[in-house]
């Protein structure tokens, strides 16, 4: 069955600081993997898909097959960085299964 | 470009009622997405739509069921209302072409089950 884990609720880091969320998942098959976001009294976004293989507002997310883990980075956290973040992956179906949500709080 | 739009933002509904929620998809999408946002439960999908029939479904009782029209619109019907249906529930959106194509989503709508 597949299956998406993030470890951490909540991840308290201070500005200036790096920031790593982790996901781990589990899937029969190549799967495709993205991170939303989801800023306060915002809409769910997309932030990242591992097959575009770009940097978006500084994060990149690198998917590692022997792992089974596509972890989100940023070398240097800001304030507006605090969201919840979501890693996903999608089936055959197109059906997205999410984690359990990554809560970001960046202090100054 | 207008991106995808839930109506009622609200609705407030007792338990044994049936609750209709609405959803435009983003102008050109034929496939639409819903899921259930419940406290505790995090983001479940519900049911998948494209070019007018339902194509998956969830891990969700027969009560939840919905319908696309031809414009590519959606409904979610919810019948016989529990209280564990209160959720946030959003729908999504994406071209019809390839499944794995980005889902946009909408500002969901909030239901609540008294």
């Known amino acids: 069955a597949q299956r998406v884990t993030q470890p951490e609720k909540l991840l308290s880091v201070f500005k200036g600081a790096p920031v790593e969320l982790k996901c781990n998942y589990s899937?029969?098959?190549?799967?495709?993997l993205f991170w939303y976001v989801q800023y306060s009294r915002q809409r769910l976004q997309l932030l990242l898909r591992h097959i575009s293989r770009e940097s978006i507002k500084g994060f990149t997310a690198d998917l590692n097959k022997g792992e089974t883990s596509f972890h989100l980075k940023k070398p240097f956290a800001q304030e507006e960085d605090s969201a919840m973040y979501y890693c996903?992956?999608?089936?055959?179906?197109?059906?997205?299964?999410f984690g359990a949500g990554t809560q970001v709080v960046v202090t100054p | 470009e207008a991106g995808v739009t839930q109506s009622p933002t609200h609705l407030i509904k007792t338990r044994g009622q049936q609750a209709t929620l609405r959803c435009s998809p983003i102008?050109?999408?034929?496939?639409v997405y819903w899921y259930q946002q419940a406290l505790g439960l995090g983001l479940q999908f519900l049911l998948w739509y494209d070019e007018g029939e339902e194509r998956n479904r969830g891990n969700f009782p027969p009560r939840f069921s919905g319908r696309q029209f031809p414009n590519y619109s959606s409904e979610l019907n919810v019948n016989a209302l529990e209280l564990e249906d209160s959720a946030l529930y959003l729908c999504?959106?994406?071209?019809?072409?390839?499944?794995?194509?980005?889902?946009?989503f909408g500002p969901g709508t909030r239901l609540t089950v008294l």
């Open positions: 996903a992956l999608t089936d055959s179906w197109g059906k997205l299964q």
């Open positions: 999504a959106s994406r071209p019809g072409q390839h499944s794995t194509d980005t889902q946009y």
């Open positions: 102008s050109g999408h034929t496939s």
């Open positions: 899937y029969s098959g190549s799967p495709e």
